[in-house]
DNA sequence: CTATCCATGTAACTAGTTACATGATTCT
DNA sequence: AGAATCATGTAACTAGTTACATGGATAG
């Protein structure tokens, strides 16, 4: 019954591995689920204070000594029961994937010149950079028992990146065999 | 210079290939595009408006016989300058991927017994479903030239979609191997 | 000694979703 | 005749992003 939101679970979750102000969730999140769920740090303080108004977290107040004063939330028993609640429920469908180079790609025939493979290009240096990331992640990870489930996501994001790099060389064989063929028509 | 968001390029690029009304292009985005840019009912129509509004599409009321009556829109020269605009400016980073099973998956650790093997489940019958859409979609689209690029786009939820598959696979050896090792410690 | 980064957050805006509304048509 | 579906949209809400603010620490 306690409405929790998908963002709220993450917080939740991150926040029952122990307790940790804001700014410490939004570091650890980016080097842990950004890969499959990204949180802008505003969104990050907002779920926050909503959480504890819904009592799922407490807050107290830190003094900073070489930094700003910070909240540090620890997870409330209401909250660990909301999350085992939402971890239980059943999630439907495959998950959002909003691709804007798919989108371009598909409007390709309105693009000018060699725009698509310039697209293209920038699309695999960029899957190489984030494989290689998730690669040393894996590494990282390989062997740790307490991170198996943390490896295991990261495995999916390799699968998926070589995936996307096999269809950018498909698209590219594809291309080729065209501009072939229009260099001798029929 | 004219600030088009990503889903009013999506509207443009759909409006590029003939006037249409919003109901037309939900129905048309919802069998296309969907797959890698989902664009909610009531989003298409504010688009539509602030589009007219920046003069890139015009409507015109058409009198409806046997249905309401509907504002068609037609895409207009300056919308046609933003479409080309916006396909030839780069696009960073490989799109974002938001996929609450992963994030799930992520803090299994936390779940009751055996939910993650039935998230799997949900995960792969999902899939599949996708898998069969997709590959009735490539299988219309093949050898049609005009349809290039959208059998190329579905082409690549094909390769991603065969990728979560075989990551699914990859989990449940893991954890098959790991529940033989529970039974004979050390 | 000043420019940049660390660590913390707030405020304002934009994008996206869900719920509501309506009348005609076809299905049972 | 009543229920479901088609064909349109609007209104209200929620999620997510970008821009702003601040003061101490550290690097050059």
Chains 1, 2 share one sequence.
Not at 49 to 63: D, I, P, S
Not at 72 to 101: C, F, H, M, Q
Request: net charge positive; proline share 4%.
């Amino acid at each position: 019954m306690p409405d929790i939101t998908t963002t709220g679970g993450a917080l939740l979750g991150l926040l029952s591995k122990g307790p940790r102000s804001g700014y410490d969730l939004i570091t650890f999140a980016d080097r842990s689920i950004a890969h499959f769920w990204p949180i802008s740090r505003a969104l990050v303080y907002r779920e926050l204070a909503r959480l504890e108004q819904l009592g799922m977290a407490k807050a107290t107040m830190v003094k900073g000594r070489k930094a700003p004063d910070k909240r540090t939330y620890t997870i409330s028993r209401a909250g660990a029961n909301a999350l085992a609640e939402w971890l239980d429920e059943p999630s439907l469908g495959t998950g959002r994937v909003k691709n804007e180079i798919l989108l371009k790609c598909f409007f390709a025939d309105r693009m000018s010149g060699d725009r698509l493979e310039a697209l293209l290009d920038d699309y695999r240096a960029a899957l190489l950079a984030d494989l290689a990331d998730l690669e040393s992640i894996t590494a990282r990870l390989d062997g740790v028992p307490r991170a198996r489930y943390a490896r295991l996501t990261a495995r999916h994001g390799i699968h998926s990146t070589r995936a996307h790099l096999a269809w950018i060389e498909e698209v590219w064989t594809e291309l080729s065999i065209e501009r072939k063929e229009a260099r001798t028509p029929h």
